[in-house]
């Protein structure tokens, strides 16, 4: 697979649970040997212990960069400041920079904060840091639901890209098509960063139609058709899932993209089974 990027997501483990299964889902991810893993962070700043604590876990488990993702609404500049201090002291080269999502009574019933989009992120990272991070940042080849129009959104992205981002991270979608019309028109405004497509598995028809409804991707019709047939048969809809997924992986590497960013849901075997139908070596 040559010069292409992997990247898998996690989240912070909340439950106990979760926190008991993570070291065993990181061990089989790490086995593919990702280029980096990233780890969320709620908007807020609400679990950023939990991302650098799991972040640190991660890297000392595995040997593997990890990102954190970094939130901004309804942060402070000193917050944000302190987090990327505390990252720079842990080694920590890459983040992902976001504006993150507040609850509804949040956003009403507080300051939104000192930053408002993304861009406000990179340009304060930029400011404090020079170039100590690789910057990531979310793109909307379907358009952010939150846009106004597409041509607003496109404006937005690229004004956040001229702020100083180094690469991107698709929003999940099922429609390879989205994603090149998004890389023609990064082409046309003279965008030249990398764009990461984002890959969800699927592995169940309700949690694929949240996820796509949550935030505004397309979950073509047939494909939704099939799930919800086959939705009681968990084997067939893994299958059906793999294949629709992996057709558009190999869709999309065949045609220029420069790697892909797999959200994991801190899941390994829905990942390993997609890097194995794609043909991928497993390292020795
Ligand atoms: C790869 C990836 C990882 C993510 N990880 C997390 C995570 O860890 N935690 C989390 O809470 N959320 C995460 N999200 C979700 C993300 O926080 C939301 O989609 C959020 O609503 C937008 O964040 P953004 O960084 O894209 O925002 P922005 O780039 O700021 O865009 C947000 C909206 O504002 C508009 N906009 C941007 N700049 C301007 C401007 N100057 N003037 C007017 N309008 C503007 C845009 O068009 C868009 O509609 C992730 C999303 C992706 C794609």
Wanted: charged share 25%.
């Amino acid at each position: 697979m040559g010069d292409l990027r992997f990247s898998f997501e996690l989240f912070p483990p909340r439950t106990a649970e979760g926190v008991a299964k993570l070291p065993t889902v990181v061990a089989e991810l790490a086995a593919l040997r990702p280029d980096f893993f990233s780890v969320t962070h709620g908007a807020g700043g609400s679990d950023q212990d939990g991302t650098y604590e799991t972040l640190l876990t991660v890297v000392r488990q595995t040997g593997i960069e990890a990102a954190p993702h970094l939130t901004c609404i309804g942060s402070t500049r000193a917050n944000v400041a302190a987090q990327l201090e505390r990252y720079r002291e842990a080694g920590v080269k890459r983040i992902v920079a976001l504006r993150g999502d507040l609850p509804a009574t949040a956003m009403s019933s507080a300051a939104p904060g000192e930053f408002q989009y993304a861009g406000d992120l990179v340009r304060f990272i930029r400011e404090e840091h020079g170039d100590a991070f690789w910057i990531e940042v979310a793109a909307y080849p379907e358009m952010h639901p939150q846009a106004e129009n597409p041509g607003a959104d496109f404006d937005h992205f690229r004004r956040k890209v001229e702020a100083g981002a180094d690469a991107a991270l698709t929003q999940l979608f099922y429609n390879s098509e989205a994603y090149f019309d998004f890389m023609e028109r990064c082409g046309r405004a003279e965008i030249r960063i990398p764009i990461y497509p984002g890959i969800l598995p699927i592995t169940s028809f309700e949690k694929t139609q949240r996820f796509c409804s949550g935030c505004g991707a397309d979950l073509p019709r047939w494909v939704r058709l099939r799930l919800e047939q086959l939705k009681d048969d968990k084997q067939a809809l893994l299958d059906f899932g793999l294949s629709v997924v992996t057709r558009l992986c190999e869709t999309l590497l065949r045609n220029g993209a420069p790697g892909l960013h797999f959200y994991t849901i801190n899941q390994a075997a829905p990942t390993m089974r997609l890097w194995e139908a794609l043909g991928m070596a497993v390292p020795a």
